[in-house]
């Protein structure tokens, strides 16, 4: 399957160093995305739920809201090229994206309708909660 994206790692491989300057500003090497404690725990839960042949993409997919803003769920459930469910994960701590995140998470859910999307919570007792939000009746 192609990537639409190259890692940074890819970069550096095909051109070297760090990248330099371009006419029109300065080039971003997208970042490797690092899963967190909880994102890797729930990561196994999520590969045992959805064993082959689906595929699991972590932080792969960035969906652009109907407000023109921009939400990358923690991971993505595809099944041949078809998204079957989007997953937040958060851990025990509020961390200051906690809110701005939820936002994101509500929106996404009415601009896409046809998505399952997944709130996944690690609490203190390290037990997860789990909420699946869809819209009643999307429409056709």
Same mark, same amino acid.
């Given at each position: 399957?192609? !990537?639409?994206?190259?890692? =940074? /790692?890819?970069? @550096? ?6 990248? !330099?300057?371009?006419?029109?500003? &300065? ?32 932080? @792969?997919?960035?969906?652009?809201? /109907? ?22 994960? &958060?851990?025990?701590? &509020?961390? &200051?994206?906690?809110? @701005? ?16 999307? @997944?709130? =996944? ?20």
């Amino acid at each position: 399957m192609k !990537q639409e994206r190259m890692s =940074a /790692d890819e970069f @550096r491989q095909q051109f070297g160093g760090k990248p !330099q300057a371009v006419a029109s500003g &300065k080039m971003r090497l997208p970042r490797t995305p690092k899963m967190t404690y909880a994102e890797a725990t729930y990561e196994r839960m999520l590969r045992g739920e959805f064993p082959d042949p689906y595929e699991i993409r972590f932080e @792969r997919l960035t969906l652009i809201l /109907d407000s023109g803003t921009r939400y990358t769920p923690d991971f993505s459930v595809w099944f041949e090229n078809k998204i079957v469910l989007c997953v937040e994960v &958060k851990g025990r701590v &509020k961390l &200051k994206s906690f809110d @701005r995140a939820a936002t994101k998470f509500k929106e996404a859910i009415t601009s896409f309708p046809n998505i399952t999307f @997944r709130h =996944a919570f690690l609490t203190n007792g390290n037990e997860w909660i789990m909420q699946e939000k869809r819209l009643n009746n999307p429409p056709k």
